[in-house]
């Protein structure tokens, strides 16, 4: 198995990367926001949409 982030062959210690250094770079990507999954926002009703009244609380 090649390490994600180099290539390299990966270390069974460090599975599925090839050592701690990269390992470490994907956890930063992680924290920064470095990956993200691709959405549609969702479409905002407003209170003027008769078929979606706004609610009341009770």
Known sequence: M???ICGKD?????RP???RRCA???LGRWL???????AE?????GDDDPDNP???PH
């Open 41 to 45: 926002e969702a479409e905002v009703q």
């Open 2 to 4: 090649a390490c994600p």
């Open 17 to 19: 990367f090839c050592s």
């Open 24 to 26: 470490d770079v994907d």
């Open 32 to 38: 920064t926001g470095g990956y993200v999954i691709p």
């Open 10 to 14: 990966a270390d069974p210690k460090y």
């Open 54 to 56: 706004p609610r009341r």
